[in-house]
């Protein structure tokens, strides 16, 4: 007969993760107060906060309810046989660029909250407390239509495009698109944060900076259209695919963050037409899922090369003034096309003007590679995930020497699973390189005081066996060539042969 004390214990998650673990950190998140903030569900009262040091990081927050809606998305479209709206290559890339936007706040912040504060502590016009549910919701509009301005500013000022083109790069539309962002992006929409630092205290701005940012997530998806009667203030799906489409009717408009107000007011708004289906992407589609390249291309065009442009007999496209009429102007301006001004920038008269009509046949850029290397790619891109999620945690602790060595990770992690996609002949040695390297990471981090750790052996493993396989895989490859180039060489030899006897000169012995 059992005793008391041996009574059946089922397993809980906490024998199964320790309290530190990243496990049991992540499944903390899982809670419906999270839930709703990635719908902006939030009150004034559990929002407001003295400083900026006392706003929690919101996006951390809710990252793993966005891991579940890409995941609940993808079995949706699937089971509904709509699986060709997800790729593997695209949508790695996205959440990639979302990684290293992330790496380049401060603090999980963004860049312009150290002026914006700055700017509030000497510079203020209004004396709004924090602790006040007007400011609050003050702050709710104000920021939001600063969003707007500065969201358009971002596509209609030529440059500036070059912060925010890989938004709009990938070819499908769900909610990994919506991670799909430009590290340096917050460069671009500084200007329009820190004009509300005037009015507004720094930690009212960034709480609603943040959830502006989150709600915008749920917008990339093709599951939903509009909210019914609410779709008539709030910005939608459907609004925001428009936004996001390539079709002449499509360009430039639907800036709107969370109201979609800001564009029925401006004349920036469009509906989605059924008749004509927004198709994704940018007009000048580049085929490639390098990061680095879709990361800044658009900006080193836009500043080095569009200005510089010749006709067929070598004559300048753009001259004298137009040299900078090319770098502000809207990306899509020549000579001779008609603009507007629009506060401190200009805008097209006719925003399809220059655009071209929809193929009739729409092919996606997706080379096709192996299911094995599919497989490698995606156990790869796991593993980045969990080292980015323990580094977004831990990332204020961390010495700049290892904060630095995770950011190289991130980007040549990102930069090798570009190359595998895009089939470069490069792919297995940059990959070799990359596994060695992290190798020696790990075995450079077993003699701090941590130490040995069951995690720490898990990923010098995989590590490890990824090295030695591509090495053997190089160096079978490269057996294969010297085989068939030994083989063409013989049949040339072979050739001469028949052709000297033929000719009936002596034999080569």
């Known amino acids: 007969m059992l005793s008391r004390n041996n009574t059946k214990k089922w397993l809980s998650l906490e024998d199964i993760f320790?309290?530190?673990?990243?496990?049991?950190?992540?499944?903390?998140?899982?809670?419906?107060?999270n839930l709703r903030y990635t719908y902006y569900l939030i009150t004034p009262n559990e929002t407001m906060f003295e400083s900026v040091d006392e706003v929690p990081n919101y996006t951390l927050q809710v990252s793993l309810w966005w891991?579940?809606?890409?995941?609940?998305?993808?079995?949706?479209?699937w089971?509904?046989?709509?699986?060709?709206?997800?790729?593997?290559?695209?949508?790695?890339?996205?959440?990639?660029?979302?990684?290293?936007?992330?790496?380049?706040?401060?603090g999980g912040r963004t860049i312009a909250i150290f002026l914006y504060d700055y700017i509030w502590n000497n510079f203020r016009l209004i004396e709004n407390s924090w602790n006040s549910p007007l400011t609050w919701i003050f702050c709710l509009f104000f920021q939001d239509?600063?969003?707007?301005l500065g969201h358009r500013a971002i596509h209609e000022i030529g440059f500036l495009w070059g912060f925010h083109v890989i938004h709009h790069s990938s070819e499908y539309f769900n909610y990994t698109t919506a991670l799909r962002q430009a590290a340096i992006q917050d460069i671009g929409l500084a200007i329009y944060d820190v004009l509300q630092a005037f009015f507004i205290p720094p930690s009212i701005f960034l709480v609603h900076r943040y959830f502006s940012e989150i709600y915008q997530f749920t917008l990339h998806t093709t599951l939903f259209d509009n909210y019914g009667k609410l779709g008539i203030i709030l910005n939608t799906p459907s609004h925001h695919r428009v936004h996001h489409g390539r079709n002449p009717y499509c360009i430039d408009r639907n800036y709107a963050a969370v109201f979609i107000i800001w564009d029925k007011i401006f004349g920036t708004?469009?509906?989605?037409?059924?008749?004509?289906?927004?198709?994704?992407?940018?007009?000048?589609?580049?085929?490639?899922?390098?990061?680095?390249?879709?990361?800044?291309?658009?900006?080193?065009?836009l500043l080095f090369i569009k200005w510089r442009m010749k006709t067929e007999n070598g004559e300048w496209i753009f001259r004298g003034i137009e040299k900078l009429k090319a770098i502000y102007y809207p990306p899509i301006y020549m000579p001779k096309m008609k603009v507007k001004r629009y506060f401190h920038w200009f805008t097209m008269v006719d925003h399809e003007e220059g655009i071209p009509l929809i193929e009739n046949e729409i092919i996606r850029y997706n080379p096709k590679i192996s299911h094995w290397k599919k497989i490698y790619c995606l156990v790869h891109f796991m593993l980045l995930l969990?080292?980015?999620?323990?580094?977004?945690?831990?990332?204020?602790?961390?010495?700049?020497?290892?904060?630095?060595?995770?950011?190289a990770f991130f980007i040549i992690t990102i930069q090798s699973l570009g190359a595998f996609f895009d089939r470069k002949i490069y792919a297995p040695y940059q990959e070799v390189l990359r596994c060695i390297g992290v190798t020696a990471y790990y075995f450079?981090?077993?003699?701090?005081?941590?130490?040995?750790?069951?995690?720490?052996?898990f990923m010098m493993t995989i590590y490890i066996s990824s090295a030695v396989f591509w090495s053997v895989y190089i160096a079978s490859h490269i057996n294969v060539v010297n085989h068939k180039n030994?083989?063409?060489?013989?049949?040339m030899e072979q050739i001469s042969t028949i052709q000297a006897v033929t000719n009936g000169s002596n034999l080569p012995y």
């Open 67 to 77: 891991l579940l809606f890409i995941i609940c998305e993808f079995c949706l479209l």
């Open 486 to 491: 030994t083989g063409k060489n013989s049949k």
């Open 386 to 407: 969990a080292v980015f999620f323990h580094f977004e945690i831990d990332r204020n602790q961390l010495s700049h020497l290892d904060f630095n060595l995770k950011l």
């Open 145 to 148: 239509f600063m969003y707007y």
């Open 79 to 106: 089971l509904s046989g709509n699986v060709n709206r997800f790729a593997l290559n695209d949508s790695v890339t996205s959440i990639s660029a979302g990684i290293l936007s992330q790496c380049f706040k401060f």
């Open 18 to 33: 320790t309290n530190t673990s990243l496990g049991q950190r992540m499944l903390n998140q899982i809670n419906l107060n």
């Open 269 to 301: 708004f469009e509906p989605e037409r059924q008749s004509e289906k927004p198709v994704y992407g940018i007009i000048n589609q580049e085929m490639t899922f390098n990061q680095i390249y879709l990361q800044f291309h658009t900006l080193y065009n």
């Open 444 to 457: 450079y981090i077993i003699i701090d005081p941590i130490g040995v750790q069951p995690n720490r052996l």
